[in-house]
């Protein structure tokens, strides 16, 4: 019960504190990652301090590069709106001009058929649910939590790559005999780093098949448009639809022919299944030993507790969980339940006096 109870406030606590939680898990992934250059620093007589500053220097350069590029193309997205609302009335024209005949039949059937309200009847307002973007942006809050997140994220990365050591003695003290520290933080950092690495890879391969289907279809640019559509077809459920949108929204004012969206739709499919069933399967999730149903309903979980951030940082957090599992053997069932490849246990129970004494009559008789 007192684990139980102790479950439960965590989750509170994630829940409440997500800011906090999802600043500290998204610094230490990305000093996980960086560490490696920072030891490579070292050897070239850097020291460390000079190290980590310069790494997290220029993976800040790189990101402000990225979201200043795309603050530039959401800009002329929005100078052209207009003309990209009005290509969309065009296309969609027809079927909204059926949707309306329909509703308009189906609305003087219903009133033909309903009786008239009573005099001094009151009208009964329906509050509307709330916006599935109130729960994509659950963890994160406002724009503001954002930005204090995006804010404070290179400072902790920055001062977790300086005390690693330090970390690494205290972690080593809490844990005292039951975990094995080292084994648990290779395991750790390996498993961060190969999901990190492969994804990058994977994403780039898929970027450069989508460049290429978009100069061919002769859909501009190709090169910004297939790196956006290559990466958003890494993202788990939400990728497929993300990583359509984006070439057909620009090819709203390019393309000619319906073939041109038939074939970025049929590719951008294609890449995204090939991608979610081979090849993350195979380079991946090799490395992550969790089942499809628990990184499902992981996904699930942490994508209702932090929104979109729990639904990035899913796979390995279910995956961290599953390697916390294995390194305590009291956690052994909850360990089999996120395998990949469960394992067998056999179920142990006592044996009665009278169960004994029967027991040669029943192999004799057998």
């Not at 942006?137 to 001062?159: D, E, K, N, T, W």
């Not at 993202?235 to 359509?244: D, R, T, Y």
């Not at 984006?246 to 951008?268: D, E, H, K, M, R």
């Not at 490849?341 to 009559?361: D, M, S």
Request: with cysteine; glycine share 8%.
């Amino acid at each position: 019960m007192l684990t139980l109870v102790g479950v439960l406030l965590a989750i509170a606590f994630c829940f409440f504190a997500s800011s906090i939680c999802i600043a500290v898990v998204l610094a230490s992934f990305m000093a996980l990652v960086a560490d490696p250059a920072v030891q490579y620093l070292e050897r070239l007589r850097v020291p460390r301090t000079l190290a980590a500053g310069l790494i997290v220097l220029a993976g800040a350069a790189v990101l402000s590069v990225m979201i200043y590029g795309s603050y530039l193309k959401l800009t002329e997205f929005s100078d052209n709106f207009d003309v990209y609302a009005g290509r969309i009335r065009e296309l969609i024209a027809p079927i909204s001009s059926r949707v309306q005949h329909v509703q308009q039949s189906a609305g003087e059937l219903v009133k033909d058929a309903t009786p008239a309200a009573p005099k001094g009847s009151r009208e009964v307002q329906v509050r509307d649910s709330t916006a599935w973007a109130t729960y994509l942006a659950r963890g994160v809050g406002s724009l503001s939590g954002a930005l204090v997140i995006a804010g404070v994220v290179p400072f902790l990365v920055f001062f977790m790559l300086i005390v690693r050591e330090k970390l690494y003695t205290a972690f080593k003290a809490l844990a005292t005999s039951r975990l094995d520290i080292d084994e648990l933080v290779t395991k750790v950092k390996g498993l961060v780093v190969g999901y990190v690495v492969g994804n990058v890879w994977i994403g780039a391969l898929l970027a450069v098949i989508s460049i290429i289907t978009f100069w061919k279809v002769g859909l501009k640019p190709a090169v910004a448009l297939g790196i956006v559509s290559g990466l958003l077809n890494l993202i788990p459920f939400l990728g497929i639809v993300l990583a359509v949108s984006v070439p057909l929204i620009a090819g709203l004012v390019q393309f000619q022919s319906t073939g041109q969206f038939l074939l970025v739709i049929a590719v951008v499919s294609a890449l995204h299944l090939i991608s979610a069933n081979f090849l993350l399967p195979r380079f991946v999730g090799s490395r992550l030993d969790v089942g499809p149903v628990a990184a499902t309903i992981g996904l699930l979980f942490w994508g209702w507790l932090w929104g979109i951030a729990g639904i990035f940082l899913a796979v390995p957090l279910t995956a961290i969980m599953k390697l916390l599992a294995d390194s305590d053997p009291s956690l052994a069932r909850f360990s089999n339940l996120l395998a990949r490849n469960p394992r067998i246990f056999l179920l142990r129970r006592k044996v009665t006096a009278g169960e004994k004494r029967a027991q040669p009559v029943l192999k004799e008789t057998g």
